[in-house]
């Protein structure tokens, strides 16, 4: 998109942001909540386009009173210079301003609104990896709740170390799969684990999987396809641990996919529970399909289909954090494994977006 097109594109969405903030102080629209929940939305997304775009406009404007004292300076060294040096950093602004417009014009992901499961498996590893599963659940739920979002474990099994085989985390909250959607694949560490005698260092996996979430709309679900069985919870847990047919283990025939839950107490929450869960992989799987054509970025940004990527690598020995995507490395991993994960996602966002400008622009 050359800057002509650009800048015409631009134009249109500021008059149709200026026509939507009139449409927000119609008390008629207010009125009907759906319809301005809709409008709202597509006032907030357009905002920070319009917000970038003007400060576009005041940095061309300031570029243009520079290069006029440039042009009056002719006679006069020390202004002229100072004029330069204004205008360079002036333009350097300008190009940032259109490499970020450019980007915000992109087409958008139609999930990136969604709430997303977060599903953790332990790899390679032992019970280190099962130890790892239940850190890197923390690591999200500490981000998320930095987010104000809300978390909930849908499905888990726990192991009588500490740590969990699997485990499935539901993100309830504005823009979670935009943000969390590049932490799909495996999650590698090295450290020594607290069982270890010897005191040597160990290397294990889990995988992450990250699918967003879907409505019940969108995924049809027959109840003829499904097996539902119930069964005793096994495991850590209270008193009605192995004394009530309340867990729930459902099959989706056609797929074969499997999905099971216990960790309520009531069979009906952990039914619905484990149905969230299985609408969402039945998403993800018509997405995969429907993006066939566009499999080569897919691989690029999570991974093969079966999360077999190594994506990071978190040694504790050495407080790092190295993402092999986009070869970041921060000597931080204390901070990361609490949450602080904000730095390490705007790197990914604006690298995976940038690759998408270039084959915009090829």
């Keep these: 998109m050359n800057d002509e097109l650009l800048f015409e594109k631009l134009t249109v969405l500021e008059q149709r942001y200026r026509e939507l903030t009139r449409e927000l102080g119609n008390p008629d629209l207010i009125a009907d909540g759906r319809k301005y929940r809709k409008t709202a939305r597509a006032y907030r997304e357009l905002g920070e386009v319009i917000a970038r775009f003007e400060e576009y406009r005041k940095l061309e404007a300031s570029a243009r009173e520079t290069r006029t004292v440039l042009a009056d ?5 020390e202004m002229k ?5 204004e205008l360079a950093a002036l333009e350097a602004g ?6 970020d417009l450019r980007i915000l014009l992109l087409p958008k992901d139609p999930n990136d609104d969604r709430n ?7 790899g390679t590893g032992g019970d280190e990896a099962t130890l790892f599963a239940s850190d890197v659940l923390r690591m999200y739920a500490r981000f998320a709740e930095r987010q104000g979002w809300k978390v909930e474990i849908m499905s888990s099994s726990p192991t009588g170390v500490g740590g969990f085989k699997e485990v499935v985390l539901l993100v309830e909250g504005r823009g979670a799969y935009s943000r969390l959607k590049y932490e ?11 069982t270890e005698a010897s005191g040597r260092l160990h290397t294990s996996a889990v995988t992450v999987a990250v699918l967003p979430e879907a409505d019940a709309v969108e995924v049809d679900i027959q109840e003829k396809d499904l097996r539902v069985e119930t069964f005793c919870s096994s495991g850590p847990g209270g008193q009605s641990v192995n004394t009530t047919y309340s867990a729930v283990r459902i099959t989706h025939r056609p797929t074969n996919l499997v999905v099971s839950c216990q960790d309520e107490k009531s069979q009906i929450k952990n039914k619905a529970k484990a149905m969230r869960v299985l609408r969402s992989r039945l998403y993800e799987m018509k997405m995969e399909e429907r993006q066939q054509a ?12 079966d999360r077999s990527q190594k994506i990071r690598t978190y040694n504790y020995p050495q407080n790092r954090v190295s993402d092999h995507r986009i070869g970041l490395t921060v000597h931080r991993l204390d901070a990361i494994m609490d949450g602080d994960l904000a730095d390490t996602i705007d790197a990914l966002t604006t690298h995976f977006q940038t690759e998408r400008l270039k084959k915009e622009v090829a």
């Excluded at 300008?94 to 490499?99: F, P, V």
Aim: aromatic share 0%.
């Design 73 to 77: 300076s002719a006679d006069d060294p």
């Design 81 to 85: 210079a100072l004029a330069e040096d």
């Design 184 to 194: 799909s694949g495996v999650h590698r560490v090295q450290r020594v684990p607290s």
């Design 116 to 122: 997303v499961m977060i599903e953790i498996r332990a």
């Design 294 to 305: 566009l499999a080569d970025e897919r691989k690029a940004m999570v991974g093969t289909g």
């Design 94 to 99: 300008l190009d940032g301003c259109r490499r």
